[in-house]
């Protein structure tokens, strides 16, 4: 069975502070690999990252993937009350399935 | 553009009870479509996926049932509900990137 495996659970931090999420993955039918931001409610999506070593950044926000590594670290700089948020981590098999990880839960203070 | 609607927001039903949870995507045809569940807000459970009309997979034995009788319609039910069903249900569409939701807080009693 696949298995999708994030950390760590959780983190906390002082705005201004860097961090690095970390999500791994184990699949024999790799399509592509996913991360969301979940606040209250639905989660909306970030990356979504197909080919090793391309680094895809959205304003302090940046992933990328190591297919070699099976894995996958999401970054965030200047961390902002607003990134406080579960980040989840998913992986696409066929049929568009998406296996989740447990989730990573971000605090940061002010 | 496509968006996504789900209802209700929130249900509170008593153990034994049926459910129904609805899910309608606009703006796009023959989408996949998924149903979730979220439990203690952690990592998201995949229930049943469908690729079209009447054709439903389901990922996990459960209490549960899907069923998608029109294009743009997803809906998850059951017979009697357990305790164990409380959770947070999303629905999703898409295939490479799925878009959720705003999802049903359900609480079984």
């Known amino acids: 069975e696949d298995k999708v495996v994030q950390s760590p659970l959780s983190l906390v931090v002082h705005e201004g502070d860097t961090v690095t999420l970390n999500c791994s993955y184990e699949v024999t039918n790799f399509r592509s690999l996913l991360w969301y931001k979940q606040e209250k409610k639905a989660p909306t999506f970030l990356f979504m990252l197909?080919?090793?070593?391309i680094e895809k950044k959205s304003g302090r926000l940046s992933s990328i993937l190591d297919k070699k590594e099976l894995s996958s670290i999401l970054n965030i700089t200047a961390t902002q009350t607003g990134d406080s948020a579960i980040y989840l981590c998913?992986?696409?098999?066929?049929?568009?399935?998406?296996?989740f990880g447990q989730g990573t839960i971000l605090t940061v203070h002010p | 553009s496509q968006t996504i609607h789900q209802w209700p927001a929130t249900l509170v039903q008593p153990v034994g009870s049926p459910l129904s949870l609805e899910c309608t995507v606009e703006?796009?045809?023959?989408?996949?479509l998924y149903w979730y569940r979220q439990a203690a807000g952690r990592g998201l459970q995949l229930l049943f996926y469908s690729v079209g009309i009447g054709q439903i997979s389901s990922e996990v034995p459960q209490n549960l049932s899907a069923s998608r009788p029109q294009d743009r319609q997803f809906i998850l039910s059951s017979k009697k509900l357990l305790l164990s069903d409380s959770g947070f249900y999303l629905c999703a569409w898409g295939q490479d990137e799925q878009f959720f939701g705003p999802g049903t807080r359900l609480t079984v009693l």
């Open positions: 703006g796009t045809s023959n989408p996949n």
């Open positions: 998913s992986e696409r098999t066929s049929y568009g399935k998406l296996t």
């Open positions: 197909t080919s090793s070593g």
